[in-house]
């Protein structure tokens, strides 16, 4: 957190004096080297917990492709751009040789979550959703930086209630997500700043999509050299 005295070093012009360029300049890239020390730290702790429920999360995903299951992903604000990533990851890889597999962004008709939240509540936009596509064996990934974003609880309940393998991806104390018991694989950043979080976030939905399609890749080389055999 900045001090007073940071920020005045940061804005003099807020307090009627006029910038010199040589001590904003250090000074701002002063905030950068703690930026990117408090990332790297963060991302450090992060995975140094968390990367056994990566690798299990991983593992029910990969079990879901291979029983022809899809992948939802939903979140708000910029986690619903971290949704949307999430979902063309999956859909269209960019590393070759590695075959598409099916997810849908929840956040991407419009139409849709405006019918929904005006009829029946902002809270009901992914679980209304999530009752017409779903089926048992898919999986659901559900990203809140705080954990505690009721549209996102309110369609972990009915992926539950469905039979739908729930992950998600959150920080803090994991919020409701946590608390819920409703997320059977929980990304957990031990982090209160936003962009630390999402920072995280990000890293670990990439590293998910690569584990995923190393477990299907493993599998449909063991196939491959098993056919080879007379």
């Known amino acids: 957190m900045s001090s007073a005295s940071d920020l005045k070093g940061l804005y003099p012009f807020l307090h009627g004096k006029a910038q010199d360029r040589a001590k904003l300049n250090a000074a701002l890239l002063h905030s950068v080297a703690e930026k990117a020390r408090d990332s790297r730290e963060t991302n450090e702790r992060f995975f140094s917990t968390q990367a056994p429920v990566l690798v299990a999360a991983a593992e029910a995903l990969a079990t879901v492709y291979r029983h022809n299951g899809k992948l939802y992903a939903m979140g708000n604000g910029g986690s619903s751009c971290d949704a949307s990533h999430v979902a063309v990851e999956f859909v269209h890889p960019v590393t070759a040789g590695r075959p ?3 997810a ?5 008709d419009l139409a849709m979550i405006s019918a929904v939240g005006n009829d029946l ?3 009901h936009v992914f679980v ?4 017409a ?3 048992k064996g898919d999986a659901l990934i559900g990203i809140s930086t705080s954990g505690n974003s009721q549209n996102l609880i309110a369609a972990f ?4 209630e469905m039979g739908i393998v729930t992950i998600g991806l959150t920080g803090g104390d994991g919020g409701r997500m946590v608390s819920s018991g409703l997320v059977d694989h929980c990304l957990v950043v031990p982090s ?3 962009h630390r979080i999402q920072e995280c976030h ?26 080879s055999v007379p």
């Open 133 to 135: 596509q779903g089926r």
């Open 128 to 131: 209304r959703q999530l009752i």
């Open 104 to 108: 849908t962004n929840l956040v991407a």
């Open 121 to 123: 509540g902002f809270d």
């Open 192 to 194: 209160t700043s936003i």
């Open 157 to 160: 309940a009915k992926a539950r």
């Open 100 to 102: 598409a597999l099916a």
């Open 202 to 227: 990000v890293n670990a939905y990439h590293i998910l999509w690569d584990l995923v399609h190393t477990l299907l890749a493993d599998e449909r080389g063991s196939a491959a050299r098993k056919g």
